[in-house]
């Protein structure tokens, strides 16, 4: 099995940034992608970003470009995520993902976090 743990979120002003962890476990030779999704109240599950795994092929959601990067660490099996120019709008909870697909399109990851809160204040 894999297990993905969340770290980083919590209470910032607009304009603010944070950095996002997630640290996988057990199996992680399956993974070849990981990534973020968020979910805002009453909001559909979303995108944020993904990366390969082996060749840090990045994509990000359209909202986010320019602000936000993905980035991972091999040897620690982490993927991590900086927030910067946070928005209002980015408030949502994030979820890491995992996925054994070799495509940096992440669809329908087959590991999840539990997720971390991120809010952003006016």
């Known amino acids: 099995q894999v297990q993905l743990v969340e770290s980083g979120g919590g209470l910032v002003q607009a304009g603010g940034s944070l950095r996002l962890s997630c640290a996988a476990s057990g199996r992680t030779f399956s993974i070849n992608t990981m990534g973020w999704f968020r979910q805002a109240p009453g909001k559909e599950r979303e995108f944020v970003a993904a990366i390969s795994k082996w060749r840090g092929s990045t994509k990000y959601a359209d909202s986010v470009k320019g602000r936000f990067t993905i980035s991972r660490d091999n040897d620690k099996n982490t993927v991590y995520l900086q927030m910067n120019s946070l928005r209002p709008e980015d408030t949502a909870v994030y979820y890491c993902?995992?996925?054994?697909?070799?495509?940096?399109?992440?669809?329908?990851?087959?590991?999840w976090g539990q997720g971390t809160q991120v809010t952003v204040s006016s």
């Open positions: 993902a995992g996925d054994s697909s070799l495509s940096i399109v992440l669809q329908a990851p087959d590991y």
